[in-house]
């Protein structure tokens, strides 16, 4: 059968060069028929010849441009019929029928189906209450069945449990209770699949420490499910506001030879270990090595010693000094043995990186950037209400700036005291340092020199160098780090429960 | 100096928890005053104390919450004067001047500054024709000068040539030439970086080959510029898509002890060899071991052995089985020695995972992510239309679905007929596979059956299997190769040209 995959792969990427002579369109036409084409699913022959492209790239206008999709059956099952792929919905989620002002009132009466899992389940005598959560908000929707709803059998069984999914057809109708608006008044109720009774998220409430070691479990909690919405909102925001500012997301690599901070503790990514993922046996006399007993680096996959990156911020610059303002938004690695609660080995970075700026363009542009992703106003829910009221806004943002220059880094423009750099840190309440931002050194003379006091070699900083070299721009930016920004708008005390799957020392599980 | 850096950042953390207990702010009156801030500069004493921020918390209702900013002085500087910090604005580009419906001519006789890169330079026996670009779209700006206008000195004397980066203050007027409706009349010129005449980017055409040598400046050539705002349109896109169908980004991790696909090719990711950035100089002997020779993982970083991600997917099924829809963005990694034009040792995927859905929600949701990202609409240029009408859309995608059970990965649901399973690819002309998917499977006895059957090691794999034990549902996800979209939508041959930094064998430098 394996033969049979490939040949139809092979079929349907070979008919493509004789259609596309003939698909020769010009953009409104396709911009106008694209969007409103059907699109079917087909049946194929086992060496596949889709009919149905074929024959619309014959006959021009493409009304019925479509995306075909093909069964990998037995020959004897091919055929040509054409039906359609079933419309792509939005799915209909908790956050939907009670996340309007109405709290639900507007949808009282209308008959919906609502998918999810049990987070409590209370059988009274003439009554049974579900309270089902789908992950789109804090709030659980109540369904409220008896005896007679299709199905209730399950419950009768026992089959329905915490951690339980299921499925519910019912009637919207107010709530008879003081905690929601509106409940689910139920019809039919499915079991999806049924939850273990050793499942480890029960009512009673879990330390955060134990919840690490069920990371896999524990966005199911209100606290993780609501960091994660949050974490998702951030993002969302971030990008928006680069965006609308017209910046450009740029991806910074992540495996580098560059040692963006001249001294960062770095992973080292290598395939000369010989270690199979089945087994740790890796023998250190198998590792390639030259005659003096060196590790034989011309062996490893980049030819050269390859780390994780520290920061997207030197290339970054490369595309700043090409397209004006630009933005990454991407993992960065340290391999500093700090087991405490503000540091991850692995965490995501924003750095902005702005064309013909200087630093006071930077801390307006790290102002602005910060009051527009704790504006992102409209998809708060009370949960990020109360953590940002209580827990993250009790005290004010400062940034300090122009900060001597032996402490900072290379790349950091000198002030004209030729003893501080344009460089600013910001500052909030718990979290300490958020943003930390610099103009950068622009001027070719400068940076060599900097380089040569530093002791670090000029020539691996070639390509950096070249931007002073060709058409240098006054530029700044600065560097974020997200899971800081998760923790200042949440409120959580340790940074390893603002990202889903936390890596630090001894721990990269799951 | 040093000390004075780190006193005054541990002083401005200290006043925080003050601070706080005054700032029990409710949601209103923060949302309602926070986004009218004044944002305001201040001088510090050595030790600063902010005082703003202590008597806006001691008096509210906080109409002056600020953000604030001190200056890392010596002592003698210190003072407590308050000044504004300037409003981030969104810098006038040319795309802002020309990217409209009347291409420029509803800005005629208004005044505005330019700041980019000189394309090229036409001196005449009258007038100069300065192109400027500033990367915000394909097109340039044309300046026209004479000899009056300030700074033309700097034009005569040779200053000005391509590839310096330049300012210009000038009038929009209708321009005479065919090219463009409007051009910049300059008054005042100002060179802000020359450019070296070992410029590598001259007007003559650079091949692909030669300028991926250059990745630091190839974003200044059409072609590159081009590439990277058609990426960043698509990655916005994505978000959008998935945002507005209430998907919520998941970061799976980047280094990770689990390898989904049970057999990629892995980097492993390593503390262990003893290396600095700054020489190349490893000895084997220095690898920890333990007495049979085996290298010791219990002294590396995560106690383990670690690797870079070729997947999120797993990760991201377990936050699909909370949050009911997830996508995921970031980069992965294959230590496939390929040298092929279709691969990367590193790139970035999109992995959406929908809850409560069979492969058919998969299918359509592979779809309308497509439809939906080439529709970017408003954002295309004539650049892109070019592409995505020339080059791109030269045929039709085909989605295969349900192929052999053996040849695909042990995660996918066996179909009803017990050979196939309910997987689907998204072939595109000229790229082949775009999108690969599947339903999942979700019944934990045939997943525990298949494991076996591979002979992998189930009890690595014990939190996937607990997703199955506690409320499992059926679920479907795909994943797309970010630079293969990015190819689809450009027409770029060469994957290589697709990412702005690529990494392949050999080859990470940048």
Same mark, same amino acid.
């Given at each position: 059968m394996g033969a049979i995959g490939v040949a139809a792969a092979a079929a349907a990427i070979s008919i493509a060069p004789k259609v596309a002579k003939h698909l020769r369109l010009n953009l409104n036409s396709f911009l106008t028929t694209f969007p409103k084409t059907t699109i079917t699913t087909t049946t194929m022959p086992? %060496?596949?010849?889709?009919r149905h492209c074929l024959s619309s790239s014959l006959s021009p206008p493409f009304s019925t441009r479509s995306f075909c999709t093909a069964t990998l059956q037995s020959s004897d099952a091919a055929a040509t019929a054409h039906t359609k792929v079933g419309e792509f919905r939005r799915k209909l989620k908790v956050a939907d029928v009670k996340g309007g002002p109405d709290q639900g009132l507007d949808k009282l009466g209308q008959s919906l189906v609502i998918t999810g899992w049990v987070r409590t389940l209370r059988v009274q005598s003439s009554v049974t209450f579900v309270e089902i959560n789908?992950?789109?908000?804090?709030?659980n929707m109540q369904c409220v069945m008896d005896s007679?709803?299709?199905?209730?059998d399950q419950v009768e069984s026992g089959s329905i449990t915490t951690g339980a999914s299921i499925w519910v057809q019912g009637v919207v109708v107010e709530s008879q209770g003081s905690k929601q608006k509106v409940e689910l008044k139920v019809n039919k109720i499915v079991l999806v699949g049924k939850s273990d009774p050793s499942f480890p998220i029960q009512k009673k409430r879990a330390s955060r420490e134990f919840l690490r070691t069920k990371a896999h479990l524990r966005p199911r909690t209100n606290t993780f499910g609501a960091v994660a919405r949050v974490r998702n909102a951030l993002a969302y925001a971030t990008h928006k506001f680069f965006q609308e500012n017209g910046f450009i997301w740029v991806a910074s690599p992540i495996i580098t030879a560059s040692d963006c901070e001249g001294a960062g503790e770095q992973f080292c990514v290598t395939t000369l270990i010989p270690n199979s993922h089945e087994t740790a046996d890796s023998p250190v006399d198998a590792i390639p090595k030259v005659n003096n007993g060196l590790?034989?680096?011309?062996?490893d996959f980049f030819g050269k010693p390859a780390f994780l990156t520290v920061s997207g911020q030197l290339n970054a610059e490369t595309y700043a000094t090409a397209l004006s303002d630009v933005y990454t938004f991407g993992p960065t690695f340290r391999a500093e043995n700090s087991n405490t609660s503000r540091h991850l080995a692995e965490f995501w970075m924003i750095e902005p990186e702005l064309a013909f700026a200087d630093l006071n363009d930077d801390m307006a542009c790290a102002t602005a950037y910060l009051q527009s992703v704790v504006k992102w106003g409209c998809d708060l829910q009370s949960e990020h209400e109360r953590y940002i009221t209580?827990?993250? %806004?009790g005290g004010c943002p400062v940034i300090i700036r122009d900060y001597p220059k032996d402490i900072k880094a290379f790349y950091m423009r000198q002030n004209d005291?030729?003893?501080?750099?344009?460089a600013m840190d910001m500052l909030v309440p718990k979290i300490g340092e958020l943003i930390g931002g610099s103009q950068r050194e622009e001027r070719l003379e400068y940076l060599e020199a900097r380089l040569d006091d530093l002791k670090l070699n000029k020539d691996a900083y070639w390509w950096y160098l070249d931007l002073r070299r060709y058409g240098s721009v006054p530029h700044a930016g600065f560097g974020l780090g997200f899971e800081r920004l998760v923790q200042f708008a949440t409120g959580m005390d340790n940074i390893r429960d603002a990202i889903p799957f936390p890596r630090t020392p001894a721990s990269a599980e799951f």
């Amino acid at each position: 059968m394996g033969a049979i995959g490939v040949a139809a792969a092979a079929a349907a990427i070979s008919i493509a060069p004789k259609v596309a002579k003939h698909l020769r369109l010009n953009l409104n036409s396709f911009l106008t028929t694209f969007p409103k084409t059907t699109i079917t699913t087909t049946t194929m022959p086992l %060496f596949p010849r889709c009919r149905h492209c074929l024959s619309s790239s014959l006959s021009p206008p493409f009304s019925t441009r479509s995306f075909c999709t093909a069964t990998l059956q037995s020959s004897d099952a091919a055929a040509t019929a054409h039906t359609k792929v079933g419309e792509f919905r939005r799915k209909l989620k908790v956050a939907d029928v009670k996340g309007g002002p109405d709290q639900g009132l507007d949808k009282l009466g209308q008959s919906l189906v609502i998918t999810g899992w049990v987070r409590t389940l209370r059988v009274q005598s003439s009554v049974t209450f579900v309270e089902i959560n789908d992950g789109s908000c804090l709030s659980n929707m109540q369904c409220v069945m008896d005896s007679g709803a299709e199905g209730y059998d399950q419950v009768e069984s026992g089959s329905i449990t915490t951690g339980a999914s299921i499925w519910v057809q019912g009637v919207v109708v107010e709530s008879q209770g003081s905690k929601q608006k509106v409940e689910l008044k139920v019809n039919k109720i499915v079991l999806v699949g049924k939850s273990d009774p050793s499942f480890p998220i029960q009512k009673k409430r879990a330390s955060r420490e134990f919840l690490r070691t069920k990371a896999h479990l524990r966005p199911r909690t209100n606290t993780f499910g609501a960091v994660a919405r949050v974490r998702n909102a951030l993002a969302y925001a971030t990008h928006k506001f680069f965006q609308e500012n017209g910046f450009i997301w740029v991806a910074s690599p992540i495996i580098t030879a560059s040692d963006c901070e001249g001294a960062g503790e770095q992973f080292c990514v290598t395939t000369l270990i010989p270690n199979s993922h089945e087994t740790a046996d890796s023998p250190v006399d198998a590792i390639p090595k030259v005659n003096n007993g060196l590790i034989d680096w011309s062996q490893d996959f980049f030819g050269k010693p390859a780390f994780l990156t520290v920061s997207g911020q030197l290339n970054a610059e490369t595309y700043a000094t090409a397209l004006s303002d630009v933005y990454t938004f991407g993992p960065t690695f340290r391999a500093e043995n700090s087991n405490t609660s503000r540091h991850l080995a692995e965490f995501w970075m924003i750095e902005p990186e702005l064309a013909f700026a200087d630093l006071n363009d930077d801390m307006a542009c790290a102002t602005a950037y910060l009051q527009s992703v704790v504006k992102w106003g409209c998809d708060l829910q009370s949960e990020h209400e109360r953590y940002i009221t209580e827990e993250a %806004f009790g005290g004010c943002p400062v940034i300090i700036r122009d900060y001597p220059k032996d402490i900072k880094a290379f790349y950091m423009r000198q002030n004209d005291d030729g003893r501080t750099v344009a460089a600013m840190d910001m500052l909030v309440p718990k979290i300490g340092e958020l943003i930390g931002g610099s103009q950068r050194e622009e001027r070719l003379e400068y940076l060599e020199a900097r380089l040569d006091d530093l002791k670090l070699n000029k020539d691996a900083y070639w390509w950096y160098l070249d931007l002073r070299r060709y058409g240098s721009v006054p530029h700044a930016g600065f560097g974020l780090g997200f899971e800081r920004l998760v923790q200042f708008a949440t409120g959580m005390d340790n940074i390893r429960d603002a990202i889903p799957f936390p890596r630090t020392p001894a721990s990269a599980e799951f």
